[in-house]
């Protein structure tokens, strides 16, 4: 799977994974994955564009 990077809002720290789903949301894209910070239980989300999101189906 492709790695993409991410942006944590919550610890304000860049990441990269290739470990995140993609969602549909109100006609958009976007791609969701767990936070990698130590005891985080939330998520990050990225916007993706349709033709990215048809690629990483």
């Known amino acids: 799977m492709v790695e993409l990077s991410f942006y944590d ?5 860049k990441f990269t994974t ?3 789903e993609v969602r549909e949301k109100n006609g958009r894209y976007f791609a969701v994955c767990k936070s990698p910070a130590k005891g985080a239980t939330h998520e ?5 564009s349709k033709k990215q999101a048809e690629e990483l189906k």
């Not at 990050?44 to 993706?48: D, F, K, T, V």
């Open 9 to 13: 809002v919550k610890t304000k720290s």
């Open 18 to 20: 290739s470990d995140f």
């Open 44 to 48: 990050c989300w990225r916007i993706l």
